[in-house]
């Protein structure tokens, strides 16, 4: 196991990836290739950090994309955390997590939010969430479509 950086060639394993959840959109597909691509042309306004899971073999089990929130004072964002639907129950989130917060940890974190659907499809990532300590801190109904809303998680290390 290893996690680090992609590679450029990279994309279409982490592409296969998130395909393989079955709960990202086509739109949700491009954001990730465009996050993913911001890895190789830096600008300065994506300041996210994008990490890999490398099995034994090499081959990628899951991605984590992680950034600093704008204008909140050592507050951080979790946008993405996905593990491969074959290889999820596995440890891959749970290390790619524990690798997130030991970064932000270090750089002085004090809370890291994240954001997910309260549709039936997300029900294991929020499980997920709660097993490793985030608590819900809003709900907002009706957020990404009529009948589905969107659950705010945070993760308070400092106050």
């Known amino acids: 196991m290893l996690i680090e950086s992609p590679q450029p ?8 990836v998130a395909t ?51 204008m909140a004072e050592r507050v951080w964002d979790l946008y993405w955390i996905c593990v491969d639907r074959a290889e999820q129950g596995a440890g891959i989130g749970e290390a790619l997590l524990r690798q997130l917060e030991n970064d932000i940890r270090g750089r002085g974190a004090r809370a890291l939010y994240l954001e997910t659907s309260d549709s039936a499809l997300y029900a294991p990532a929020r499980r997920f969430y709660e097993r490793h300590g985030f608590e819900r801190a809003a709900h907002l109904p009706d957020y990404y479509a009529p009948g589905e809303s969107m659950f705010i998680y945070r993760k308070v290390f400092a106050r």
């Open 20 to 70: 393989s959840t079955q709960v990202f959109t086509p739109e949700e597909l491009s954001v990730v290739q465009e996050m993913f691509n911001g890895v190789f042309q830096p600008n300065s306004y994506n300041d996210h950090t994008f990490l890999v899971y490398r099995k034994a073999t090499r081959s990628i089990a899951g991605f984590i994309v992680y950034g600093p929130i704008p």
């Open 9 to 16: 060639h990279d994309i279409d394993a982490v592409l296969r």
